[in-house]
């Protein structure tokens, strides 16, 4: 297959920032090649910022391209798409899956985070940037090309900024937690990750634990000493686990969850975005397959057509899939959960430290529904590790690495505080999968 170089760097290209500290993970490869330019086909949106936007409005190939509709979502900061084949695309790509805009004016011409793309960057406690590479890019996730180590540099040039981690974060009742004192709670649930077993049931477990941590924290306190968080930590480890049985269907809360993140991914909710642009969809009919597809996920029946799986299935057959978070495949979710502890993008906004277990928990579900409805689209009853790296592909698009949680619609905000304060909600959505 040709090498393809939409996403190369440019090969004399030289680092201008300081020395850093720079981290990725071990053995860690990439190459933009062997790829149908899949992070520009995604109905995501990507962001520029005003300098970049007023640089496209102010050329006159960039308007002839993108038409007045373009113009208008750029000067919102975000990259037009148009429907092709029945997904949101680029308006800049081209046939040959070659951008456009790159083959025109160079590479560093292209924005900023398609330049960059797979690569983020969050500064850690130990002021180390650390390399967020997004398993979306089959590079990444299936680990074939060039050692990322010899790529950092350049990567962290062309993404121009790095996140921080959040100085504190807050317990429900309000006491806040400085970094030392929160990553101590992190620690404990990194560890028990590594120990294995399921991660639904894992997850479960934590958070027991961390609401008996916050609980045991000094009521009423602003902040607490460090001896009230050793004090804290040790009444939390000492209650006895609950253990999680399984569901035989998912709860009401899961099924909303799965008919707003994964029938986003369903045509035609897919192609209904409001960067998009050309021929309208918006018409009745859309909006009403759109509204159907959401009823379908809710009720768990009717046939869907879901991106990334390869054709369109009944969504009952889902429940003739095996549940599989127990086994071998279990541990290649506890292993991403892992790294996305690890890579403290997941603490880059201030928030409450329990969010943090629900989002890796959200993900479980979504990864394993996912990996759930791939198997059935295929006439299986076992999920395939291909499967369940998919499902943590789909996780990074619509949860923990490109969703901006600033950008969440009401009902997921509403149905992230109510599993958050809801033990029995919180467990039933990871029962759904266990
Ligand atoms: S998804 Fe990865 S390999 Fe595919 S075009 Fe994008 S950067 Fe290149």
Request: glycine fraction near 6%; hydrophobic fraction near 40%.
């Amino acid at each position: 297959m040709a090498t393809k170089t939409k996403h190369a760097s440019p090969a004399k290209r030289l680092p201008k920032l300081p020395a850093e500290r720079l981290s990725s993970p071990p053995d860690q490869k990439f190459a933009c090649r062997d790829c149908p330019a899949r992070c520009c086909r995604l109905p995501w949106n990507i962001r520029f910022g005003s300098d970049e936007a007023r640089r496209y409005l102010e050329e006159p190939w960039v308007r002839e391209r993108v038409g007045e509709e373009g113009a208008l979502v750029i000067a919102r900061g975000v990259l037009p798409m148009r429907e092709e084949d029945g997904r949101l695309q680029c308006v800049f790509l081209d046939d040959d899956l070659l951008c456009s805009m790159q083959k025109q004016f160079g590479h560093e011409y292209i924005p900023r985070s398609c330049q960059a793309f797979p690569f983020g960057f969050v500064r850690d406690e130990k002021d180390v940037v650390v390399a967020q590479l997004s398993q979306l890019c089959p590079s990444i996730r299936d680990n074939y090309g060039e050692p990322v180590d010899g790529q950092l540099r350049a990567k962290l040039e062309q993404r121009g900024d790095t996140e921080r981690m959040s100085k504190a974060l807050a317990t429900l009742s309000g006491v806040i937690l400085p970094q030392p004192q929160y990553l101590r709670a992190v620690k404990h649930w990194d560890d028990q990750l590594a120990a294995g077993g399921s991660p639904a049931a894992t997850l479960a477990r934590l958070y027991d634990w961390t609401t008996a941590f916050e609980r045991a924290l000094p009521p009423g306190a602003e902040r607490a000493a460090d001896a009230s968080i050793d004090a804290a930590l040790a009444l939390a480890s000492a209650e006895e686990p609950a253990p999680l049985a399984p569901r035989k269907a998912p709860s009401f809360y899961a099924r909303v969850l799965f008919a707003h993140l994964l029938g986003n991914l369903c045509y035609p909710s897919r192609v209904r975005q409001a960067h998009r642009v050309g021929e309208a969809s918006w018409t009745q009919l859309h909006a009403l397959r759109s509204a159907w597809n959401k009823g379908a996920w809710v009720l768990g029946r009717g046939t869907v057509d879901m991106l990334f799986v390869p054709r369109p299935f009944k969504l009952q057959r889902v429940r003739t899939v095996d549940r599989f978070l127990d086994g071998d495949e279990g541990a290649v979710v506890r292993d991403y959960l892992r790294l996305v502890l690890q890579r403290r993008h997941i603490f880059s906004s201030p928030r409450h430290l329990l969010a943090a277990v629900l989002d890796l928990s959200l993900a479980t579900v979504v990864i394993s529904r996912f990996a759930r409805c791939r198997a059935a689209a295929d006439g299986r009853v076992k999920v395939s590790l291909e499967d369940v790296r998919e499902g943590i592909s789909v996780a990074e698009l619509v949860l923990l690495s490109h969703a901006a949680l600033s950008e969440q619609s009401r009902l997921m905000k509403n149905l992230r505080w109510l599993l958050l304060t809801k033990r029995e909600s919180f467990r039933a959505l990871l029962a759904t999968e266990a």
